[in-house]
């Protein structure tokens, strides 16, 4: 098996790295006689529909078979109430600086203790949908949010017996199975915007106080991604495709946060002018030794603001969340999708949106392009040196959006860096920045580095016509790059409307200053959480000598 959920007697004691106090606590409240293990989607699906505020649309389902699903199973949506995004806010993880280990010991002791008058759904999933890298994971969530739990089964991998099959000849690894408490119910005076509390080395979580779904499916996602990083792997917060020509193919990766054009980008089709094999458009591992891919969920947990109620991907619809319910003119239930109900309405989208649709790929990627929202850049540019094209990544430079509970008086329109397009990172940051550099270095699968600006540039918006025609030049091997100034090893693609210009001295100041952001935000890193995430010298000195350059 890949992750460790039993041990022999002689195993279970405080010497095991596999134990913690953390871990203990989570993992007991498992076997409790207050919990129900749902063993597939049927069940997970009637236990759904039944529950108080779910609204079952006339909007089948398709591909039921293959999902496990009744015949007859409809879309379901679920609305949350103020809160309809994630909130960082409430993000602790046991092991960093500043986070007091027994205090958060005690907390977690009262909530549990505290959740034993309520009864709670048990699930288990996959996260991982390839030999190479499988985890298991197990969540646990009471009653009265068996919406959230039915799409947690259907957004990673329910444990089919082709699954089950599959996961017995997977590679094992010397970690434990995720173990995931939820309980939306809890309150506490010290934590007003919830507690998301995680113990990463030992794979458990516990998600209190926070009912969007998404604060579920990315507390499972930290943890696996941080598998990974232990154990050979890139984690990746991004999109992954393959392009097939007549003689040879394209891979390449797209990062960005929720909201940049990742999922545009990962799952467009360019007119069908290529066959395109998608691995996923948000979460995958890149295996350092090789630099196969893969997918750690099958289905697609997508935003519904760019699907209007006609567009063909709303047939793949198997859940909604936050968005609105009306009657069409057959007096059918039909979803209100665009965002007109609030910000951030959600979607989990089955795995057959995407015809061609892969859970690993062998190839090494041929490409990894950082999304941006950086008003002082062209819609694309290249970088030819390892080192700066990973700090790029490191300093990716984009804006808040509705996906996002922002706790505070904060400017969601001023730009801010997000390294690698992953605020889910729970290790070093360094760790991260070593292992992209490392991707760019390797003269075996020689990926190549590129920066997509999906905002505006010059007060002009880059539109997804832009970005995708510019990929798919990039893709044939017509694109033509030339020199980006002054500035060594960068290069851009000339687009009609959006051209550069060195002389002008209002865009230099305002390229400036958008690279001195990016120096300031390395520099604090060295003093900032006690200098967790500081950076090696050579990444300050390498974005040093580029500002030089611009005169």
Not at 466 to 480: M, P, R, S, Y
Request: aromatic share 12%; hydrophobic share 40%.
């Amino acid at each position: 098996m890949a992750t460790v959920g039993t041990y022999s007697h002689q195993a279970i004691n405080p010497d095991n790295h596999l134990f913690s106090s953390f871990k203990t606590m989570v993992e007991s409240v498992f076997y409790g006689n207050n919990v129900t293990l749902v063993k597939d989607l049927a069940t997970a699906y009637d236990l759904a529909k039944n529950v108080p505020g779910a609204v079952i649309t006339d909007m089948p389902v398709i591909h039921t078979k293959e999902l496990g699903l009744p015949q007859d199973a409809k879309v379901i949506v679920f609305n949350d109430g103020k809160i309809t995004g994630r909130t960082a806010a409430a993000r602790r993880v046991i092991g960093q600086p500043g986070i007091d280990r027994t205090f958060y010991e005690g907390v977690l002791r009262q909530a549990l203790y505290d959740g034993q008058h309520h009864n709670f759904y048990r699930g288990e999933v996959l996260v991982g949908l390839d030999p190479e890298f499988m985890v298991k994971g197990h969540l646990l969530l009471p009653e009265g949010y068996e919406t959230n739990f039915y799409s947690y089964l259907l957004n990673f991998q329910i444990l089919t017996n082709e699954f089950q099959e599959l996961y017995a000849t997977s590679i094992a690894y010397p970690e434990n199975d995720i173990y995931l408490y939820a309980d939306p119910t809890w309150t506490h005076p010290d934590f007003p915007h919830g507690l998301a509390l995680f113990d990463p080395e030992h794979n458990v979580a516990a998600v209190l106080g926070l009912n969007y779904f998404g604060e579920l499916k990315k507390a499972t996602l930290t943890l696996a991604w941080a598998t990974a990083h232990r154990n050979g792997f890139v984690a990746c917060h991004g999109g992954m495709k393959q392009y097939h020509k007549d003689d040879s193919k394209f891979t390449m990766a797209a990062f960005g946060l929720s909201g940049s054009g990742k999922s545009t980008i990962t799952l467009a089709k360019h007119g069908d002018k290529y066959q395109v094999d998608v691995l996923h458009d948000d979460a995958f591992v890149i295996n350092k030794e090789h630099g196969s891919t893969t997918a750690l969920e099958p289905a697609y947990f997508d935003k519904t603001q760019d699907y209007p109620l006609e567009d063909e991907a709303v047939k793949y619809f198997l859940t909604c969340q936050n968005v609105g319910v009306t009657l069409d003119d057959e007096e059918k239930k039909v979803i209100v999708t665009q965002d007109i109900r609030n910000g951030n309405g959600r979607t989990v989208k089955s795995r057959y949106v995407t015809p061609n649709r892969v859970d690993h790929l062998k190839e090494a990627v041929d490409a990894i392009f950082w999304i941006m929202k950086d008003d002082s850049l062209p819609p694309i540019v290249k970088i030819d040196d390892p080192t700066l094209a990973a700090v790029f990544g490191l300093t990716l430079a984009t804006k808040r959006t509705t996906a996002e509970n922002v706790v505070g008086n904060v400017d969601l329109d001023k730009l801010v860096i997000e390294p690698f397009a992953n605020p889910f990172r729970c290790y070093p940051l360094g760790q991260d920045y070593a292992d992209f550099r490392e991707i760019f270095a390797n003269e075996k699968t020689d990926t190549a580095c590129y920066i997509l600006n999906t905002g505006f540039y010059k007060g002009k918006k880059v539109k997804p016509q832009d970005t995708l025609g510019a990929i798919e030049k990039i893709v044939e091997a017509t694109a033509d790059f030339i020199p980006f100034g002054p500035l060594e090893n960068m290069s851009y693609l000339p687009i009609e409307g959006f051209e550069v210009d060195f002389t002008d001295p209002t865009y230099l100041t305002q390229l400036k200053v958008r690279m001195q952001g990016r120096l300031d935000f390395i520099l604090a890193q060295t003093k900032e959480n006690e200098g967790y995430n500081a950076l090696p010298e050579e990444v300050a000195k390498v974005m040093e000598k580029l500002m030089e350059q611009i005169v």
